[in-house]
């Protein structure tokens, strides 16, 4: 399966660009997808606030997420121009919700990310500068999922080594958007310098982890800013993330980010898995119970098996122990 954690999503999207974004990934051959909002640090409510999605669930959950995390599904249909059809369940790729704060002082605001976490699917963090770049991989209480930096732009700082390593031995994934390089809209000196900018800090961060710890996304805002897998692979050798590391990074990486911010929600403390007990619970209840019945029938200081005397059943077998000694009594009383 073949994931895309990130394709741009605004209040303001229209319903029928979205719909036609997500039916051409899901073509491309992505299963599973994500829309992201983007809430810069002055939106975020205050503290009394209730953290809200605005996100529209379009499809079912996906597999590793509980059913209750997520709203009633929606239609795009009830939204959109009475030309289009209504998209079916097959026609679109599993979609998540899907949340990014953009850091600039962690020291000054508090981000809430529990409460982010709990209203959205997924959380990435896109820090501005150094000192925050470094609280998202290092001092968060909770490791993000993604670490997603605005590549395109001049960072203003350098990614170390140490920083990069340590954030990937917590969990953190750092999430590479290639739409930047080509759908940030700009023209003439100023899309030519988001290039170079973005192929810059591209080859800077994947020395920083060595190719460890990346997936792959698109950031797409409309079907002109997706590619097909094959040449997303392509395009990431060229800048330095070999073939393996580069179908690794929009499958296996990808995957395993959905799968571990399920557990979180659907265990607890992301530790222990809840799940409901079905049928096979009974079977497994019965299994338990004839296993502690046989562990309690245990070999009395005599040898015979315990709750065998006198009324109380079957006798069990005698040991050799008890053996020998009838066999000397008996040799006794004939001498």
Request: proline share 7%.
């Amino acid at each position: 399966m073949l994931y895309d954690l990130n394709i741009a999503w605004s209040p303001g999207t229209p319903a029928a660009e979205l719909e036609r974004t997500l039916k051409f990934a899901k073509n491309l051959g992505y299963d599973v997808v994500a829309l992201n909002h983007i809430i810069s640090d002055a939106a975020i409510p205050t503290q009394p606030t209730p953290i809200t999605n605005p996100i529209p669930q379009l499809t079912p959950p996906h597999p590793s997420y509980p059913s209750s995390s997520s709203s009633s599904t929606t239609n795009l249909s009830t939204t959109a121009p009475s030309s289009l059809p209504p998209p079916t369940t097959n026609q679109l790729p599993t979609t998540l919700r899907r949340a990014t704060l953009t850091i600039t002082d962690p020291a000054t605001t508090n981000y809430r990310l529990a409460d982010h976490a709990r209203a959205y699917d997924l959380v990435a963090l896109r820090p501005t500068s150094d000192k925050s770049f470094s609280w998202a991989c290092l001092s968060t209480t909770d490791p993000p999922a993604l670490v997603s930096l605005d590549l395109a732009s001049h960072l203003g700082w350098h990614v170390h080594h140490r920083t990069a390593m340590a954030a990937v031995q917590r969990g953190v994934r750092f999430e590479v958007c290639y739409s930047q390089a080509f759908g940030g809209g700009g023209v003439g000196d100023s899309g030519n310098r988001q290039r170079v900018n973005f192929i810059g800090n591209v080859q800077s961060l994947l020395r920083a982890t060595k190719g460890r710890g990346v997936i792959i996304s698109s950031e797409a805002r409309g079907v002109l800013g997706l590619r097909a897998p094959a040449d997303v692979v392509n395009l990431m050798a060229v800048w330095g993330l070999g073939p393996e590391k580069g179908f690794a990074a929009l499958g296996e990486g990808a995957r395993a980010v959905v799968v571990n911010e399920g557990i979180k929600r659907r265990g607890f403390r992301g530790v222990v898995d809840v799940e409901e007990e079905g049928g096979n619970g009974n079977k497994g209840k019965k299994q338990k119970q004839q296993k502690q019945q046989q562990g309690q029938k245990r070999k009395n200081g005599d040898g015979a098996v315990a709750g065998a005397g006198a009324g109380g059943g079957q006798q069990g077998e005698m040991s050799k122990r008890q053996a020998k000694k009838m066999k000397k009594e008996a040799s006794q009383a004939k001498a």
